[in-house]
């Protein structure tokens, strides 16, 4: 399996600073044929399902703000939210999708300081 | 409009046998490229894949449940099944189906509201 670890756990950001959220996975998730990096994040809000907010590390879904944006390639990546708005307040999720075996990173609390 | 709605039983007893449905609207099953997953989160806890089907019937499970879990489909009834046996208290978990498709475009999207199942005796 491959294995994606999120840092930090937690953190805790003022309203309207940059929230940047760690994600490594333990094999590389780049598909040399194509130079596609296979991660996906996602958001899940207190009490809701998950959300995709990012594929291809760095294609944001349809209707996401442009405050989000996802970076990175191989086997460390990186999601940033710009300027942090009081509807972020979320746990934040990465996926590889490279491995038939998909598995999620353990989280990332993000929270309004 | 894409929406998923899982539903089950909220309370499972030790040993017992999990039958969860995923009904769909918005895609259909017999449609090239398209599938559905089942993941599952502890709660507190993170995101766990469980099971992927395909519109050509092809299957995925995670390799640590494989033996416990079956996934099917009924394109008619636009529902996909997913049968988990021998169920245990740390099998306790909310379980989501979303919409996902074949390969590479593994992601999932939309996700269903989720259904607590409570394993406990």
């Known amino acids: 399996d491959i294995v994606m670890t999120q840092s930090p756990d937690s953190l805790a950001v003022s309203l309207g600073e940059r929230a940047t959220i760690n994600c490594k996975s333990s094999?590389?998730?780049?598909?040399?044929?194509?130079?596609?990096?296979?991660l996906a994040w996602y958001q899940q809000k207190p009490g809701q399902p998950p959300k995709l907010l990012i594929y291809?590390?760095?294609t944001r879904e349809s209707g996401v703000p442009a405050r989000f944006s996802g970076s990175g390639s191989g086997t460390d990546f990186t999601l940033t939210i710009s300027s942090l708005q009081a509807e972020d307040v979320a746990v934040y999720y990465c996926?590889?999708?490279?491995?038939?075996?998909?598995?999620f990173g353990g989280g990332t609390k993000v929270e309004i300081k | 409009q894409i929406t998923l709605k899982e539903s089950g039983p909220t309370l499972v007893k030790p040993t017992q046998t999990l039958t969860l449905t995923c009904s769909f609207s918005g895609f259909s099953l017999s449609t090239t490229g398209v599938g559905v997953g089942w993941i599952r989160q502890p709660p507190g806890k993170a995101l766990e894949w469980l099971a992927l089907i395909y519109w050509d019937d092809s299957e995925r499970y995670s390799p640590s449940l494989k033996s416990r879990l079956t996934i099917t489909k009924d394109t008619s009834k636009n529902q996909v099944v997913l049968t988990m046996t021998n169920m245990d208290p740390v099998d306790t978990a909310t379980y989501y189906c979303?919409?996902?498709?074949?390969?590479?475009?593994?992601?999932?999207?939309?996700w269903g509201q989720g259904t607590l199942v409570t394993v406990s005796s």
């Open positions: 094999q590389s998730v780049l598909y040399s044929s194509n130079n596609k990096n296979y």
């Open positions: 291809w590390a760095s």
């Open positions: 996926q590889q999708y490279y491995s038939t075996f998909l598995t």
């Open positions: 979303a919409h996902t498709a074949l390969s590479p475009s593994r992601w999932f999207g939309p």
